[in-house]
């Protein structure tokens, strides 16, 4: 039967028309008194939909809206919110003026928005949030999923099974994609011998336009139309369907519409194809030559890993890949092959079966960054190989520490006190000192009090979502749903752990000393509860079967009332948890976890986290403001280091955490834990914002790209036109093998030399077909390990000294002893200047 679809909803009266225009943009979900607006309609119902705000006014009764129309207070309220939004809103005359283009495969923004899957996307969603608040000229794209990430749902038996709802899109705050004539977008791209075709939907987050792209359209086949309906699903081609749609249709995307960004920030590797339309464009639109279009794609391209472990890099099967990129490497004017190499290490290449798309990535990105310190240098020593001359600090991978939203993860109760005692910049990335000032005058009395209420209020979440889960499954008693009311104090120690469940992240390393945990659980006189959530990958069994070993852990032992693991963890979740809980408990495998954002948002609401030192708790922790567990580098084996370290935690718990929390020498509160808790404030405050983190992406990247790419296309790229002379010789010399360099050659004696002293250092050079203006010559030096290698190094540039023949030339420089130890010396030729540092796999020249 062929049926016509319509909708029909409540009229909005005209003295309240702004809600629709407030429910149109998700900007309401991190402002308080938005979401306010919407609450006091109705405060069930608002829950009952998760805060969807399009569906939520299409279900509200009409009458409520007329009564709130004649309500003055509310209308007031109104107002206060119109003016602020209308204040930040974007202006219309300069809309397509934005030169940064942000792609990520997910954006987790609001639970009601189910394009996300976890922390990878959350982050996503917060840097929009904050480059909305900093009016960066910044736009975003991603897929619409129609099924988004799954839901997750445990059998009695405590294992996950997965769900996958279809999101209704008439209940999203979308809009079509327009061109310049105000037509429809709509993109394709060429499978092979087939096109794949999307509607383009923007989203808006604040004044930040979000690009999604929808398969699910009548011009796609049926298996084509899935390729937008879930994130991370399907098998390895759809994965790459997925990528190819988001890289290249996510840029024909922007053009369509009159977006011509200056700047690509690719947030993981699945974005990386973009290059290749980005080269396109210039090739095919502009008219440059493809080695041209190359120097000012990859100059202006920012890229962002946040895989620590190999296994979690994507790669795709070069026999399956080829066909594909036969097509995309033909619109670009490139050779296969050589797109192909741009994805493979260089020690790799004659072997090769795989194509990386984080090599892709760091390949074709001028600025790249890891996302804590600690990460930064594991991504350093992870793809040395992509820079198989230079050493380990050298490597051109830096790191920009993640941050979170501060407005989307204080709680309300805090952010009263927040604005009252704080510097009225507090969420903004104030300087340390003026927290620190505010913190100081903020009373423990209020402090804890309204933390005492978020735990209250986590309990009764807690309560309702296990008594509905229970409810779920059939073959549970009403007996189990009774016992779900009494289940968690809102009084007593609680301890949150909440993330994707794969086995390194160790969810279960308590279980390891189940007596111990028993006693703490079981506790009368300073009893202790923990929180658990989080969903493991569908395809990962081992992450699920540390959940079940959880839930039945809790059952057979009788525990249920103090551990338990609540279903389907999700933004609205994360919240609740991280605002309410006592401490965040975080135990990776160290060096395993990238960051860890989470333990950022519990720090920013007085939770004090317990963790290993991995991720942003290694810098972040100072003693002061939570624990650390130690770990012991002794142990090389998994299983060692799981019980050593979970005999640290124990002690932890027993010896500081409990004892902390209980001690109550000054009254009713726990002094030392306040003590504590402000530290921990001031920290994630302070340090660790997402506005910090976006301010740092654009003076570090963003602002030097785009100077870049403005200076590189100017003049009918004239300068890129040049590098890519430069780059001809550079290559013919560097990569030829023509160039030589001798082992430096030292005056005086190297044997007894003290801090202070000075010595001298020479060097024979032949440049074959470079001049000395095209080169540098340096002393490369630094200490060294057991194995003679250089492993802090420095460098200090030689002077040409005199002319030789057939030309040889001999250069010199001074060094002096600057600090005591064993050091190492050699002598390297570098392309001159900075133009090539960060190229791979750069070029360099050392003694042979």
Same mark, same amino acid.
């Given at each position: 039967?062929?049926?016509?679809?319509?909708?029909?909803?409540?009229?909005?009266? $005209?003295?309240?028309?702004?809600?629709?225009t407030l429910s149109n943009n998700i900007w309401w979900c991190w402002h308080p008194l938005a979401i306010e607006l919407f609450v006091r309609i109705n405060p069930n119902l608002w829950r009952e939909l998760s805060g969807n705000a399009k569906?939520?006014?299409?279900?509200?009764?009409?009458?409520?809206?007329?009564?709130?129309?004649?309500?003055?207070?509310?209308?007031?309220?109104?107002?206060?919110?119109?003016?602020?939004?209308?204040?930040?809103?974007?202006?219309?005359?300069?809309?397509?003026?934005?030169?940064?283009?942000?792609?990520?495969?997910?954006?987790?923004?609001?639970?009601?928005?189910?394009?996300?899957?976890?922390?990878?996307?959350?982050?996503a969603g917060d840097h929009l949030k904050a480059a909305s608040d900093l009016s960066l000229p910044l736009v975003a794209v991603g897929l619409l999923y129609r099924q988004g990430y799954f839901t997750q749902v445990l059998d009695r038996n405590g294992w996950q099974i997965e769900h996958y709802p279809v999101s209704e899109i008439h209940n999203l705050p979308l809009e079509r994609g327009l061109d310049k004539n105000g037509k429809e977008v709509t993109i394709?791209?060429?499978?092979?011998?087939?096109?794949?075709?999307?509607?383009?939907? &923007?989203?808006?987050?604040?004044?930040v336009?979000?690009?999604?792209?929808? +398969?699910?359209?009548?011009?796609?086949?049926?298996?084509?139309? $899935? #390729?937008?309906?879930?994130?991370?699903?399907?098998?390895?081609r759809m994965r790459l369907h997925q990528e190819l749609l988001l890289g290249i249709g996510g840029f024909k995307a922007l053009i369509a519409m009159g977006y011509d960004p200056s700047v690509c920030h690719m947030n993981e590797g699945h974005a990386g194809f973009l290059s290749l339309a980005r080269i396109a464009h210039l090739v095919n639109d502009l008219g440059y030559d493809p080695n041209v279009a190359l120097e000012a794609v990859w100059r202006s391209n920012v890229f962002t890993t946040h895989t620590p472990v190999p296994a979690g890099n994507e790669v795709f099967d070069i026999g399956m890949l080829r066909p594909y990129l036969n097509v995309f490497a033909a619109e670009a004017h490139l050779d296969v092959n050589r797109v192909i190499r741009w994805g493979i290490p260089i020690n790799d290449r004659n072997h090769a079966s795989e194509m990386s798309m984080t090599v892709f990535g760091l390949r074709l990105a001028d600025y790249s960054n890891g996302v804590s310190k600690l990460h930064g240098e594991v991504a350093r020593d992870m793809w040395k190989n992509l820079w198989p001359q230079r050493s380990v600090s050298e490597i051109p991978i830096k790191h920009i520490t993640n941050g979170v939203h501060i407005a989307s993860w204080v709680s309300n109760r805090l952010w009263g006190l927040y604005e009252r005692y704080l510097t009225p910049k507090w969420a903004h990335n104030p300087p340390v000192d003026q927290l620190i000032e505010g913190i100081n005058t903020l009373p423990d009395e209020e402090l804890w009090m309204a933390?005492?209420?978020?735990?209250?209020?986590? #309990? @009764?979440?807690?309560?309702?979502?296990?008594?509905?889960?229970?409810?779920?499954?059939?073959?549970?008693? !009403?007996? !189990?749903v009774d016992k779900t009311k009494n289940t968690l104090s809102p009084d007593i120690l609680t301890i949150g752990f909440a993330r994707r469940f794969a086995t390194y992240k160790r969810g279960t390393l308590l279980l390891r000393n189940p007596d111990r945990l028993i006693a703490l659980l079981k506790d009368k006189t300073r009893p202790i509860q923990f929180i658990f959530a989080g969903k493991a990958h569908p395809a990962d069994d081992e992450g699920k079967k540390l959940i079940q070993e959880l839930v039945q852990f809790a059952e057979n032992h009788g525990v249920q009332d103090r551990l338990v693991f609540l279903e389907n963890y999700d933004i609205g979740m994360a919240r609740s948890l991280t605002q309410g809980v006592d401490v965040w408990l975080n135990t990776p495998r160290r060096p395993q976890e990238a960051s860890g954002t989470s333990g950022m948002k519990a720090a920013i609401n007085g939770v004090i986290n317990c963790s290993i030192l991995d991720g942003w708790w290694a810098e972040g922790y100072n003693g002061e403001n939570g624990w650390a567990i130690e770990g012991n580098d002794y142990y090389t084996e998994d299983e060692d280091r799981d019980n050593y370290e979970s005999q640290q935690l124990f002690n932890l718990l027993e010896n500081d955490i409990i004892p902390c929390f209980y001690e109550r020498s000054?009254?009713?509160?726990?002094?030392?834990?306040?003590?504590?808790?402000?530290?921990?404030?001031?920290?994630?405050?302070? *340090?660790?914002?997402? $506005?910090?983190? &976006?301010?740092?992406?654009? @003076?570090?990247? /963003?602002?030097?790209?785009?100077?870049?790419?403005?200076?590189?296309?100017?003049?009918?790229?004239?300068?890129?036109?040049?590098?890519?002379?430069? %780059?001809?010789?550079?290559?013919?010399?560097?990569?030829?093998?023509?160039? /030589?360099?001798?082992?430096?050659?030292?005056?005086?004696?190297?044997a007894d030399l003290h801090v202070g002293d000075k010595f001298k250092v020479s060097t024979? #050079?032949?440049?074959?077909?470079?001049?000395?203006? *095209?080169?540098? #010559?340096?002393? /490369?030096?630094? +200490?060294?390990?057991?194995?003679?290698?250089?492993?802090?190094?420095?460098?200090?540039?030689?002077?040409?000294? $005199?002319?030789?023949?057939?030309?040889?030339?001999?250069?010199?420089?001074?060094?002096?002893? @600057?600090?005591?130890?064993?050091?190492?010396?050699?002598?390297?030729? %570098?392309?001159a200047g900075h133009e090539w540092d960060n190229s791979v796999p750069g070029f360099m020249c050392w003694p042979r």
């Open positions: 039967m062929d049926v016509q679809l319509y909708n029909v909803g409540p009229r909005i009266p $005209e003295e309240l028309k702004f809600l629709e569906e939520f006014l299409r279900t509200v009764p009409q009458s409520r809206l007329e009564e709130l129309a004649h309500d003055p207070t509310y209308r007031r309220h109104l107002r206060t919110v119109q003016a602020e939004f209308e204040r930040v809103s974007p202006k219309s005359e300069n809309e397509k003026d934005r030169s940064i283009a942000y792609f990520s495969l997910e954006f987790g923004i609001h639970e009601s928005i189910r394009i996300f899957s976890g922390g990878l996307g959350v982050l394709s791209i060429r499978l092979i011998d087939r096109e794949l075709f999307a509607a383009v939907w &923007v989203l808006w987050v604040g004044n336009p979000l690009l999604l792209l929808d +398969t699910e359209i009548p011009e796609n086949p049926p298996d084509l139309r $899935e #390729v937008s309906w879930r994130l991370y699903g399907g098998d390895k933390h005492e209420l978020c735990r209250q209020s986590l #309990v @009764r979440r807690a309560r309702r979502l296990l008594q509905s889960n229970v409810r779920y499954l059939s073959d549970r008693s !009403k007996v !189990k000054g009254g009713d509160l726990p002094q030392r834990w306040i003590k504590r808790m402000k530290a921990s404030i001031v920290t994630g405050l302070g *340090e660790f914002s997402s $506005e910090r983190m &976006v301010e740092e992406y654009n @003076r570090f990247f /963003y602002e030097p790209a785009a100077a870049s790419y403005r200076k590189l296309t100017a003049d009918d790229a004239a300068f890129a036109k040049e590098l890519v002379a430069e %780059k001809e010789r550079l290559v013919e010399n560097f990569d030829g093998g023509k160039l /030589y360099i001798e082992r430096p050659a030292v005056e005086g004696d190297l024979r #050079v032949y440049l074959a077909g470079l001049k000395p203006e *095209e080169v540098e #010559v340096e002393a /490369y030096f630094g +200490t060294v390990n057991a194995h003679n290698e250089i492993i802090t190094s420095g460098a200090e540039k030689m002077e040409l000294a $005199e002319t030789l023949d057939d030309n040889n030339y001999r250069y010199s420089c001074e060094l002096t002893c @600057r600090v005591s130890g064993r050091f190492g010396l050699t002598a390297r030729i %570098k392309a």
